[in-house]
């Protein structure tokens, strides 16, 4: 059961037993004078931490309840108070974990009128209704605070992934007698300046901060009122703000399609809904007609302080892609469509309306802590139509057809909005069922690391990393001062269906779980290591033929089906790093310089264009560059779009062989 006695005198002596007897260094004898096992002297801590959350919370809800029904007040003192209270049982692993990992003591809130939903009030110990964790330890020693912080930002990812209304969360330390407040979430976790309760100050100090949190907004604890519970209902919506209409879309929420499973990040969500329309009358139940089903993504996306900047505004650029593509009936269903985008609108008790961002969610943090934390602000976006994961393939041909799909599609929008990706990843890479004539589709999404590049401008190399880790390119994993090309969005598309090709296009296949806990793959160190290693590995693996055979296409599924994916990745590597329109020097991925062929490695160059390749094909398209500069990817870089060309007519011609097989198995 949840701790929420009025005895506060038999709380008091577990109370003492913590505040009292040691120094804020946390120092503890046992009464024999013999030292207990580290384990056994914090799980002697939780009883007193435990009183004193409960001592607090009683006698801030008898105060409050005295304010309400004095007669001096015309109106309820607050509207909003919450009794937060800890969970009865301690060193527990909750419901809602993925593993089996015990948290030192939870809290949760006691709440009849704010944040209504069917989960807040229970007395299971769960991550659904953890408000916040608390991680103890016996002594206040720079170790021992360390292991606090390391342990509550393991366990909080908890709260994130069982919430889906969580932007941040809350925790604590105890080290000794010694509270931190932390708050986590966005890019690194905040920790407040020690709160000693030995001492009268330090009391006073964790008492304000509980009675600042049982009266403030919900927002303030991390929730997001946008997204909740319709008691009347009984369901969950969400609502979307638009901002090329300045209203609100409310949805009701079937599933949730992709969780957050981290602490840091972007924290994308992706809703499953349905459109809600709502009926005149206020007060009579809404309407559901036979609306569409639409996906609502929530992320917190890295946006400029300037709010006319948008050169990475997904929900600009996702407008953008729409007015420019909406007349290409080829294209149509291979991109999303969007319905209404914009920043989470958020309005307080007084009725303001403000945007929901890192600034305004940690409002009075210092200037200087905001900016480490990176500014970031909430989008939420509701689109059409809902794909299917990549992995969900029927077939080896389907997934060919769907990535040239992605391509063509990736290529028209670098060249009529001049947008590029830079995320091409298994994640981003949907099926849609419901494609052009009912057929199924290849779907590009995620335009979150997507950047404008203006074409009347020089490119200007962009050293920050973006992408996921194990499709980036070299120059991305790098940070490189190569610009960045469609080139390297390719190349991410090699390794993707590298990735497929090795493990499977379907991960619930027993072969695959196998293949991915096989250490002999070097494909695997595409994933592990830092981020210049991985890059290493993927210069050597990727500079020849030979290599990439030997590393890694010979550890492809050996079955026949998988045979056409072979011969498209193996005539994308060549088109993309052996292309015979790029000089000599501009071939391959390892670095070279004017006294030996290669920096380092020991492949051989591929040969110049033979006698009987046709005229334009010993027409280099980098014959301008100078001799002495003898890095591959900066040659590449500057024929980036005829290069692109030809790779989109290989993986088209690869399509085309793969719709003829599908067509022959199944006659449609």
Known sequence: MVTDSGNISGEYEAILKMTCGRGSSGTQRTRRGKEKAETAREHAMYPGVKALFSFIANAIDKEYRNLSNSPDLSTPAHPLLRKIIPFEHTDRTPEGADDRDRIDIGLTFKDDKALESPYRDSTILDYTKMLALIEAKNSNTEKMQCDAYTQLFKY????????????????LTVCGTVFRVCLLGFKRMVSSAPIDVATSEGRETLVKWLANISLCEGDRLGYDPTLYYNARDRRWEIKTYDDSTDTHKTFEIISCLRISDRVCGRHTRCFRCKEIELSGDADTDSNPAELREVLVKRAWAIASRDSDDKSRDEVSLLREINNALKDNKDLEGKYPTLLAGGIVKITDEY?????????????????????????????????????????????????????????????AIRKQCNILHRDISVNNILINRNGPGG???????????????????????????????PFM???NLEASNVMRTELDDWESLVYVLC?????????????THQRSNDSSLDILRWRNGKDKAVANAKRSHMHTHEYFVFNIMRRFIQDSSYFPLMGLVANLRRTLFDNSKVSANGRGTLKKDADMDIAFGFASIPEEPDSSQSFVAKVYWDSGFDENE??????????????SDALLETIKAARKAACDRILSKTGK
Request: charged share 25%.
């Open 156 to 171: 909080s990812h908890h709260i994130f992934v069982n919430q889906h209304d969580r932007r941040f969360v809350w925790g």
């Open 351 to 411: 009725g303001e309306v403000f945007d929901d961002t890192v600034d305004t969610a940690f409002a009075g943090l210092e200037t200087e802590t905001l900016e480490a934390l990176g500014f970031r602000v909430q989008k939420s976006m509701a689109m059409t139509p809902i794909g299917q994961d990549i992995r969900r393939c029927e077939s080896v041909d389907e997934l060919i057809a769907a990535a040239a799909d992605v391509m063509e599609v990736h290529s």
């Open 439 to 469: 057929r199924a589709c290849g779907m590009l999404i995620d335009f979150d690391c997507a950047l404008r590049i203006d074409d009347t401008t020089d490119h200007k190399a962009r050293s920050e990393m973006t992408g996921t880790f």
């Open 473 to 475: 390119s070299i120059n």
């Open 499 to 511: 990735w497929l090709g090795t493990f499977g296009i379907n991960t619930g296949d027993e072969k």
């Open 630 to 643: 003898l890095d591959p990817f900066k040659r590449r870089a500057t024929c980036a779009g005829n290069i």
